[in-house]
């Protein structure tokens, strides 16, 4: 079951859209295998706004092609959004009651209960940053229907549950980690079955700590709460659809894992930070993949690793479209362009065979740097170690030290002004490296893959120079003086350390310093 979440649970749903704006209806697709069943809709961490009972359950057919064409089920519920509801994150919940309606029989408690979501968000600014929700990487790692786009799929649907335990599981201090932290007395998880453990006793798909709100965004919504910052919300696909969503927010923030980027996408957010605006990257792994959007944004597509051989946009003026990695010299526009950093210079760490017994926490170099304020931090000294900051997917640069050895990108199309300020060792996976817990189909051996793509041929040498990398903290300005700031802190597991009074303070520096006014 854990591989093949479709129907497992008495109650399933999506919503028609990923985003709403005040006074819009939110329509709910539901599947329910019981005569009737319960809803509710509250917004993270708050009570509930709106609720139903008592509504007839209908399992209706689900298309053999769900995953990449979706669903196709008819709105069942149409939840007014509040012109009153402030932005955020809205979780749908629904109970299965009654019997189930096939066999006249009563539903296992566990399996009675799915979640659904959308994002509210704001008619006008109501905060200086805008946090933008991964829900590309959410769709890409989902396998409800059939495939993903790490379990064959090409083209993957929205219009079709997210998987369990993407958006709510029950808590684990470090279980359901891919990088998990190494405790006194531990040997490194390299092979992962602490994990697959405990996703196949509570009914998990392998991916389901890869991506989703439980997994990261969640982590740093509920930190910035206790922090009293507040921001608005967006998802992926708003900044192509309506890129104006970034209108008049200083600060846009990617957290977490935010591996999955349209070309629109990408334009909007280049070109807020060209007018000055900042951008704050606390993602790892970020930007790796260009995808294509179509219907409306309802459907996705990446052909990934067989990109350069099956994508249909190659050898026509639209090739830079291929939906592969933003760095291959067929698309040309590397990811570190803009963020200062890519994982073709450092892609895992602490994964696998990649750096298993390296320490979680980034080596600090340059203490002076405004990011370090207040944390009394100086050169040299470990930052997260303890929480694993620095786990499972990274970015990185291609690292040189100047005369007073102090790394830096030595990447020709670095950003002006790239700052490296703290930084950790991480590692492409070549073939028999990556844990045995998880399958790595022969397309998909990174360091084969990367050094192919970026020096034409795999060798020793070629191998050789993707071997090596790094994850890194840093800031950069792509525009020049004319343009704003990217802060990029390259790692999906950060979000995990923000406990850590230093990690959280770090990052209250960088959104606090990015949201402030110009001038």
């Given amino acids: 079951m854990a591989d093949d979440v479709t129907h497992y649970d008495a109650i399933e749903a999506y919503c028609g859209a990923l985003s ?46 769900a995953d990449s064409n979706g669903c196709g089920w008819p709105v069942s519920v149409e939840v007014p959004v509040g012109d009153d509801w402030p932005s955020g994150m809205y979780l749908i ?53 059939g495939c993903s786009l790490y379990t064959g799929g090409h083209q993957v649907s929205f219009d079709r549950p997210f998987g369990r335990g993407m958006l709510v599981r029950p808590h684990t201090e470090r279980d359901d980690r891919k990088s998990r932290p190494v405790r006194d007395g531990e040997q490194p998880d390299v092979d992962g079955l602490v994990y697959q453990a405990y996703r196949n006793e509570h ?22 709460q206790r922090e009293g910052i507040t921001f608005d919300y967006a998802v992926s696909s708003d900044l192509a659809r309506t890129p104006e969503v970034a209108d008049g927010y200083r600060l846009l923030i990617g957290a ?45 597509m990446a052909h990934k690793y067989s990109a350069h051989r099956n994508d249909p946009v190659v050898g026509t003026p639209a090739s830079n479209t291929m939906t ?26 602490r ?11 980034f080596t600090i170099y340059r203490d002076d740097h405004w990011m370090f304020e207040g944390t009394g931090l100086r050169y040299g000294d470990q930052l997260g170690a303890t929480l694993g900051a620095v786990g499972y997917e990274t970015v990185g640069v291609q690292l040189g030290l100047d005369e007073y050895g102090l790394p830096i990108a030595l990447q020709p199309d670095a950003p002006p002004q790239t700052e490296i300020v703290a930084m950790a060792p991480a590692s492409s996976l070549a073939e028999g490296e990556y844990p045995k817990s998880v399958a790595a189909s022969s397309d998909q051996c990174d360091l084969e893959f990367v050094a ?40 999906t597991d950060w979000v ?10 770090v990052t209250a520096n960088i959104v606090r310093r990015l949201s402030e006014p110009a001038g």
């Fill in 20 to 65: 709403y704006l005040p006074g819009q209806s939110a329509g709910v697709h539901v599947w329910c295998a019981t005569s009737s069943y319960d809803v509710d809709v509250r917004p993270w961490g708050g009570d509930v706004v709106w609720q139903a009972s008592g509504l007839p359950g209908v399992a209706h057919p689900t298309p053999a092609d």
């Fill in 93 to 145: 919940t629904l109970r299965a009651t009654g019997t189930d309606a096939a066999i006249g029989t009563a539903i296992a408690p566990d399996r009675t209960v799915g979640h659904a979501m959308f994002v509210v968000r704001a008619a006008r600014p109501t905060a200086a940053a805008l946090l933008v929700v991964a829900t590309n990487t959410y769709n890409a790692y989902n396998n409800w229907g």
């Fill in 203 to 224: 009914g998990y798909p392998g991916y389901m700590s890869s991506a989703g709100w439980h997994t990261y965004e969640r982590r740093f919504v509920e930190w910035a």
């Fill in 256 to 300: 977490g894992h935010d591996e999955y980027w349209s070309a629109a996408q990408r334009d909007t957010v280049e070109a807020h930070v060209a007018r000055g605006g900042n951008y704050a990257s606390l993602s790892g792994n970020t930007m790796f993949w260009q995808v294509r959007l179509t219907d409306d944004g309802r459907t996705m």
């Fill in 324 to 349: 592969g990695m933003w760095c291959d010299p067929i698309v040309g526009r590397p990811e570190w362009r803009f963020l200062g950093a890519g994982s073709a210079y450092g892609l895992y760490s």
């Fill in 351 to 361: 994964f696998g065979q990649a750096t298993p017994r390296a320490s979680g926490g």
């Fill in 452 to 491: 192919e793509r970026l020096y034409g041929e795999i060798t020793p040498h070629t191998l050789r120079r993707v071997r090596h990398g790094n994850a890194v903290m840093l800031t950069c300005r792509p525009a020049g003086d004319s343009g704003g700031t990217v802060a990029t802190v390259g790692s």
């Fill in 496 to 505: 995990y350390a923000l406990d850590d009074p230093l990690v959280g303070k």
